[in-house]
Nanobody, 124 residues
Framework: QVQLVESGGGSVQAGGSLKLSCTVS????????MGWFRQAPGKEREGVAA????????YYADSVKGRFTISQDNAKNTVYLEMNGLKPEDTGMYYCGAKGPLYYWYESSRYDTWGRGTQVTVSS
């Protein structure tokens, strides 16, 4: 049973924008952390941004600060990642993940629920 579903990926030119969505199944309980990760071919999955759902506090990788914004809409059970000023190095499969309150937000191994991903391709 799929519990997290990502959407919104696509192909854009450098400098463009995309807004990713992660819809959370109502059948799973609210998790403390919701995060966005990405994985480029031949590279490890890396944390992009996360939100602590109780407070709405946001955290970002240095590489995306000032360009990406993570947000949540509790009424829609959805977490968003708005990406502006996209660069070719932002290319990859973007995954939404959920985890409990412990450990750092960027530790992908601590996330126990994942979506199937949505592809983002940025051309120069």
């Amino acid at each position: 049973q799929v519990q997290l579903v990502e959407s919104g990926g696509g192909s854009v030119q450098a400098g463009g924008s995309l807004k990713l969505s992660c819809t959370v199944s109502r059948y799973i309980r609210v998790r403390a952390w919701m995060g966005w990760f990405r994985q480029a071919p031949g590279k490890e999955r890396e944390g992009v941004a996360a939100i602590y759902t109780a407070s709405g506090n946001q955290y970002y990788a240095d590489s995306v600060k000032g360009r990406f914004t993570i947000s949540q809409d509790n009424a829609k059970n959805t977490v968003y990642l708005e990406m502006n000023g996209l660069k070719p190095e932002d290319t990859g499969m973007y995954y939404c993940g959920a985890k409990g309150p412990l450990y750092y937000w960027y530790e992908s191994s601590r996330y126990d629920t994942w979506g199937r991903g949505t592809q983002v391709t940025v051309s120069s």
